[in-house]
T-cell receptor, first 116, second 114 residues
Framework: AQSVAQPEDQVNVAEGNPLTVKCTYSVSGNPYLFWYVQYPNRGLQFLLKYITGDNLVKGSYGFEAEFNKSQTSFHLKKPSALVSDSALYFC??????????????FGTGTRLKVLA | DSGVTQTPKHLITATGQRVTLRCSPRSGDLSVYWYQQSLDQGLQFLIH???????AKGNILERFSAQQFPDLHSELNLSSLELGDSALYFCASSPWDSANSPLHFGNGTRLTVT
C-alpha cells in the first residue's frame, strides 16, 4: 500500500540546535516528495520538494531535506532552529490512484516545538 | 498569501443541516483538491477536480459532494451533518493534475456542528 509515515508526533529542540523531522514513504514508481508547514489557524504552506536530482533539497526559511532511496526516507532538517519554527510539519508523497490518476498522500504531521 | 480563497472562514450549524463551502483557486490553477483536517485523523483527502472534471475520490462520505465550475471555483456540499463532521476543511490548488507540483492551500473553513 502507498503510504507516508511520520513516526514522531512531537519533536522538541532547543533554539540554535539542529532539528530533524522524520518521514518515510512507500510508493510505487519514482517518489515525488514534499514538505509543508502549518501555523495555527492557517493552511499548509509549501516548504520544499524532491522530484529528481540532488538528494539534498533546499527550501524556504532555511529548511532542507535529504532524500534517501535505500531507506525510503525524506527527513526535514535545519542547522539552527528558531522559536518561530514551532509549527506542525507534514510530509507528503505523490501516489497513483486506482483510476490511474495521481493524488497526494499526507503524513499525520509532526509538531515541532523550539524552546528558547 | 497563497492566492487560494476559501469562504466562509467559520461556520456553525446544527446536526442534520446542509452547508456549502466555497473555494477559489490560485489564478491559473486548474486542479482543486479538498481535504478534511480533524484533531484525531490528520489531513484526509476528500476529492480532486481538474478543469471541471472529477479526477479522484478519497475518503469522502456519500453525504458529501463537490463540483468545480467553468470559472474553476469549487464548492463542497456537506449534508445531513453529524457532530463528527466538525473539522477544518481545506481547499488546495495546483496547475496540473499530475501531482508533481506543490499544492497551494487556502486558510480553511472551520465547521462546527452542534
Amino acid at each position: 500500500a502507498q503510504s507516508v509515515a511520520q513516526p514522531e508526533d512531537q519533536v522538541n529542540v532547543a533554539e540554535g540546535n539542529p532539528l530533524t523531522v522524520k518521514c518515510t514513504y512507500s510508493v510505487s514508481g519514482n517518489p515525488y516528495l514534499f514538505w509543508y508547514v502549518q501555523y495555527p489557524n492557517r493552511g499548509l504552506q509549501f516548504l520544499l520538494k524532491y522530484i529528481t536530482g540532488d538528494n539534498l533539497v533546499k527550501g524556504s526559511y532555511g529548511f532542507e531535506a535529504e532524500f534517501n532511496k535505500s531507506q525510503t526516507s525524506f527527513h526535514l532538517k535545519k542547522p539552527s532552529a528558531l522559536v518561530s519554527d514551532s509549527a506542525l510539519y507534514f510530509c507528503a508523497v505523490r501516489a497513483l490512484t486506482t483510476s490511474g490518476t495521481y493524488k497526494y498522500i499526507f503524513g499525520t504531521g509532526t509538531r515541532l516545538k523550539v524552546l528558547a | 498569501d497563497s492566492g487560494v480563497t476559501q469562504t466562509p472562514k467559520h461556520l456553525i450549524t446544527a446536526t442534520g443541516q446542509r452547508v456549502t463551502l466555497r473555494c477559489s483557486p490560485r489564478s491559473g490553477d486548474l486542479s482543486v483538491y479538498w481535504y478534511q483536517q480533524s484533531l484525531d485523523q490528520g489531513l484526509q483527502f476528500l476529492i480532486h477536480y481538474y478543469n471541471g472534471e472529477e479526477r479522484a475520490k478519497g475518503n469522502i462520505l456519500e453525504r458529501f459532494s463537490a463540483q468545480q465550475f467553468p470559472d474553476l471555483h469549487s464548492e463542497l456540499n456537506l449534508s445531513s451533518l453529524e457532530l463528527g463532521d466538525s473539522a477544518l476543511y481545506f481547499c488546495a490548488s495546483s496547475p496540473w493534475d499530475s501531482a508533481n507540483s506543490p499544492l497551494h492551500f487556502g486558510n480553511g473553513t472551520r465547521l462546527t456542528v452542534t
